[in-house]
């Protein structure tokens, strides 16, 4: 029943009990305003309504809580703007590119005796992570800075910057291009080149070696992508393709030839989980297979990149995860990736160490080649030195048979004259 209801209830009783008029001797004692008797509330029906309250509003509480909790965490928005797109397509393609070089076997490896099914994908598996080591460290969402170019021939200069497994800073710098497609010959064809409304041409240089790249913005209707080469020639590169889904999920497709073959093809996606960038990858076609994602995490003050794998050749499935760190050899100075392979249906490890990719090994011997050409050029400078010297003695002995021959002349003519 309602409050408003029930006071009205008792106003219309009491108002019963009431005469219409009073008798004339007991108008003067009574007053004329008719005073209703104090209506208290049972301590019952109060902490029945403020209970009631105190549901309701908890209800409230809970219901914003769930709705808050069903939305999710905040994602960080990753490659945000296009120019952090051509930084990771070109950096990706250009690191997949000098990886995709033919190598020996594992530099070495402890296997069991029947070791992972993972372990015929390492080695496929050792180019990516080459390539993912610096944005896996990434703290600023992928994010790169484009600035004005100071090499002479190109517009812009694109500047991304990471850290390694080690800590180490690393930079890379990408001078390009960006024009009209129009009217422009690409040095690679492409079935959707009639669509390409914008070319880019740059130049990467990682160690001693200069990597060239051709790009092309693709659109048609409402689809677009954008397309990155790195390339030593037309048998040799590295092509990624880069493409959103209508949820906003940022893809990139790889395909690595080497010597004219298609050797690799791969998917490759890109999203940020608590603060860190984590990547999934799926070989498409080639001779790795299975579903791998990557976290990089820090354990006792150790960098790692953490590897969920999941394997299915139609026959057999095996899961599990790779645990890899870089090492340095305290001799030499060089790093390579040390693995640590545990399968979900095996507590046993197995443990493999794969080449890594180090800027600073192509540095010191870009420093050989530089003191070998400074050494070259001394002793062609000192060879030119010797042949002048020989070639000014020759002329030296040149002028004397010319002047003898001249004085000769002269007695002759003096002696005719004489005559």
Known sequence: MRTKHFEALLRTHYRTQVPASLPIDLSDAVSDAVTLPVRTRPIASFLGRSALKLAVGALFAVFTVVIALGRGPATTVVLAQIEDVYAFQAVSATDLLIQATPKAAPLAFLPLATGPRVETELDVLNNYLNMMEGFLGNTNRLAAVVVASDRVGFQYRLVYDTVDLFGA???????????????????????????????LTGEMTIGATIYRLEGKKIQDGDEEAFVWRSYVDLENYVLVRYETDDDGEKKFFYSVVTGGILTNR???????????????????????????????????????????????????????????????????????????????????????????????????????????????????????????????????????????????????????FSD
């Open 169 to 199: 800073p690393v930079t890379y710098s990408l001078y390009y291009n960006e024009t009209s497609a129009t009217g422009v010959s690409f040095v690679f064809d492409d079935e959707d080149d009639d669509h390409a409304v914008t070319s």
């Open 266 to 416: 791969s998917k490759l996606k890109v999203e940020a989980e608590d603060g860190k960038i984590v990547t999934e990858l799926t070989f498409i076609e080639g001779a790795a297979s299975g579903r791998y994602v990557f976290r990089e995490v820090t354990v006792e003050g150790i960098r790692y990149v953490d590897v969920s794998y999941v394997i299915d050749d139609g026959t057999h499935v095996e899961s599990g995860t790779v645990r890899v760190s870089a090492v340095a050899d305290a001799l030499t100075g060089l790093t390579s990736y040390a693995y640590v392979v545990k399968t979900d249906d095996d507590d046993e490890e197995s443990h493999y160490e794969y080449d890594r990719h180090d800027d600073d090994e192509d540095e010191e011997d870009e420093d050989e080649f530089d003191e070998e050409d400074k050494e070259e050029n001394e002793e062609n400078e000192e060879e030119n030195e010797e042949d002048e010297e020989e070639s000014n003695q020759e002329d030296a002995v040149d002028e004397e048979d010319t002047e003898e021959d001249d004085s000769e002349e002269d007695d002759e003519d003096s002696e005719t």
